[in-house]
Nanobody, 122 residues
Framework: QVQLVESGGGLVQPGGSLRLSCEAS????????TNWYRQAPGKQRELVAV???????SYADSVKGRFTIARGGAPNTVHLQMNSLKPEDTAVYYC????????????????WGQGTQVTVAS
């Protein structure tokens, strides 16, 4: 089994910063990509940032220049550094990873964390 655990959410004032972390554990042979999604109340879940196995990253237009996705020092850990936060960034942030669990697995699967709340308000 694979588990993704997010941490680092909370309440921050507009213009502030937060760093979210996502740690994957369990039966992991290879992580193809790790993604951060967010879902605000009454809205669809949207892709925020992606980092691939090779280290390439991409971002939603709404967060470009403010958010940075990067691998952490610990194995299978990815961080999302969020700067210059705005009230419209308020959402539950979810970590998602595409993981192949063993060398004999025929294909990778999608795994999700439980989500962490980020609230940007004065």
């Amino acid at each position: 089994q694979v588990q993704l655990v997010e941490s680092g959410g909370g309440l921050v004032q507009p213009g502030g910063s937060l760093r979210l972390s996502c740690e994957a554990s369990g039966s992991i042979f290879s992580i193809y990509a790790t993604n951060w999604y967010r879902q605000a109340p009454g809205k669809q879940r949207e892709l925020v940032a992606v980092i691939t196995k090779s280290g390439n990253s991409s971002y939603a237009d709404s967060v470009k220049g403010r958010f940075t996705i990067a691998r952490g020092g610990a194995p299978n850990t990815v961080h999302l550094q969020m700067n210059s936060l705005k009230p419209e960034d308020t959402a539950v942030y979810y970590c998602n990873a595409v993981i192949r669990t063993s060398v004999t697995a025929t294909r990778p699967f999608n795994y999700w964390g439980q989500g962490t709340q980020v609230t940007v308000a004065s």
